[in-house]
């Protein structure tokens, strides 16, 4: 059989290669593994873990009742935030229960839950409706100031030579 090897240039997907097991010790061509998520749609919480839209979406809308979600970071002291934002169209007790559930189980989140540098997340059910559509809907929004990035405001001779505030 012939086949044409799929290649995935500048996609910014995120993703592995999978090495074929081979008896004889030549190679054969590799597999792509299953996309974990874009580089451009990225966000760290805690002490880096990376979480991506995609991520959410596996967990949250495999859960029936769930129509839409997003997410919303902020900062408190040197914990994140995480407010989820779900709208559920069922009995609402029973859908937090399911969406904590399922936030508890991905590994991200659990590893910065263990090392208290998240708070819980909190989990607002909302009604069926009350979120109007918007085709390019930005799931994960981030209010945390960036302690990387230098105030614009500030004059680039007082950044070099550290006289900044």
């Known amino acids: 059989m012939e086949g044409t090897p799929l290649i995935r240039y500048r996609t910014r997907d995120l993703s592995y290669m999978i090495e074929p097991p081979c008896k004889c010790g030549s190679r054969t061509i590799g ?18 873990q990376k979480i991506y839209p995609l991520l959410f979406d596996e967990a949250l809308l495999s859960i029936p009742g769930i129509l839409s979600y997003d997410l919303t970071l902020d900062r408190d002291n040197y914990r994140d935030i995480l407010t989820f934002r779900v709208e559920f169209k069922g009995e609402k007790e029973e859908g937090k229960m399911q969406v904590a559930r399922a936030l508890e189980s991905l590994d991200e989140i659990r590893d910065a839950l263990d090392n208290d540098l998240i708070a819980p997340p909190v989990i607002n059910i909302l009604d069926v409706g009350c979120v109007p559509f918007t085709p390019k809907h930005q799931v994960i929004i981030d209010r945390r100031g960036q302690y990387d990035v230098p105030n614009k405001n500030l004059d680039k001779r007082e950044l070099l030579h550290g006289t900044a505030p």
């Open 31 to 48: 597999r792509i593994g299953k996309v974990r998520g874009r580089t451009d749609a990225q966000t760290k919480i805690g002490y880096g």
